[in-house]
């Protein structure tokens, strides 16, 4: 697993972790039952303080993503394909939410944005 830091992203660094490990579970890279590193280990690797790496992996377990095993470590959770629609569907809603802030702010009426998401809608998905 690869975390990259930016200190000037405006986003908390402890966030950064946790959506970057959510990423590597939702994708497959880290999957159910996958060890991560130790708090120490990843606190060292990303040059932070071990209260951030431990906010991350507290962050996540607590949003079922991964389970704090006393004297072992964190390991990756199953994750029920309802949870994944669920926390998919709660990014889709972020997103979506963002851009229309933007739109407003660009004085884009409701039939230019709707025009814009039909546009995006039949262009090929990423990969494909």
């Known amino acids: 697993m690869r975390i990259v830091i930016s200190n000037t992203s405006g986003v908390p660094i402890y966030e950064q972790i946790k959506q ?3 990423a590597a579970i939702q994708t497959g890279d880290l999957p159910a039952g996958a060890p991560l590193p130790s708090l120490r280990a990843l606190a060292r690797d990303l040059r932070v303080s071990v209260i951030t790496t431990t906010r991350a992996y507290n962050d996540l377990a607590r ?12 390991f990756v959770l ?5 949870l994944v629609r669920e926390q998919l569907l709660r990014e889709v809603e972020e997103s979506l939410t963002a851009a229309l802030r933007h739109a407003r702010r660009a004085g884009l009426t409701r039939d230019e944005v709707i025009e814009i998401l ?11």
């Open 20 to 22: 970057q490990v959510i």
């Open 63 to 74: 949003d079922g993503f991964i389970t704090n095993v006393h004297g072992k470590g964190s």
């Open 78 to 82: 199953p994750r029920s394909p309802e």
């Open 118 to 128: 039909d546009q995006l809608l039949r262009l090929p998905e990423e990969g494909q």
